[in-house]
């Protein structure tokens, strides 16, 4: 895989630590993981809209809106998913290392992807959502109507349809949105990063 030689780490004078000691709050990911319709992209841009109004240095990285740049030239085969999720787990270190808390709205559908993320990032920075709702409820919204286009054949490995889903085995959070409003979530999300200490109560 490494096909640079002759590289060094180059250390910097500022480091992770004091940046989160001067934003007054701690860095991780909250990677979002489910079902395309499921609700990661909406959560996750209300939270970071609250996230923001608390001054915490939060920012959303969405599945689609990084296809449209940085992952343009990845498509939905299980190699190239698997490519979208290294990259931009790599690409939420940094943003951890910046001192933000990075709200990450990808399907991310194979187990091993985002275990190899929590590995890089460590159990205390990655914080994994499963966005658990029924495949029923997604198809039923079908907001691009892309499962009306898998159903006809339209489009190919579609995940759920025909392409697999794997279910996180012990997710941090998990989240129904079937069941529980879009505020229930947000601040469920909110309970759980001010109860581990990552945000202060008062933001
Ligand atoms: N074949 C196939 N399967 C699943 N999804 C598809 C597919 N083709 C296009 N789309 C659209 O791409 C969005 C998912 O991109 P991701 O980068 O999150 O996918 S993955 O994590 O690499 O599996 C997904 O967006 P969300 O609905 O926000 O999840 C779809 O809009
Ligand atoms: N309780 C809820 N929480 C989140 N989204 C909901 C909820 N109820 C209905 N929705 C709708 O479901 C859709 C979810 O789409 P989206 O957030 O793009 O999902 P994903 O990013 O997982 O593909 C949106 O149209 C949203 O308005």
């Known amino acids: 895989m490494e096909k ?28 979002f993981t489910g079902l395309s319709g499921s609700g990661k992209s909406t959560i996750a841009v209300e939270l970071e809209k609250q996230l923001f109004e608390r001054n915490i240095n939060s920012y959303v990285l969405d599945g689609d809106n990084v296809r449209f740049g940085l992952n343009r030239n990845l498509g939905f085969s299980a190699e190239d998913r698997t490519e979208n999720i290294r990259r931009i787990g790599e690409v939420s270190k940094l943003f951890v290392d910046a001192g933000t808390i990075t709200l990450t709205a990808f399907i991310s559908p194979y187990r091993a992807d985002r275990d190899h993320v929590r590995e890089i990032l460590g159990d205390e920075e990655f914080i994994e959502v499963f966005v658990d709702t029924p495949i029923e409820v997604c198809e039923d919204r079908d907001v691009k109507h892309l499962y009306e286009k898998a159903r006809r054949g339209e489009i190919k490995g579609f995940t759920g349809i025909d392409a697999p889903y794997e279910t996180p085995n012990n997710p941090e959070i998990t989240i129904d949105t079937s069941t529980q409003s879009l505020e229930a979530s947000v601040q469920q999300i909110i309970d759980y990063l001010t109860s581990h200490g990552y945000i202060c109560t008062a933001g």
């Open 4 to 31: 640079s030689e002759n590289i060094t780490w180059q250390a910097t004078k500022v480091d992770k630590q004091q940046r989160q000691t001067r934003f007054g709050h701690k860095s991780a990911v909250l990677w």
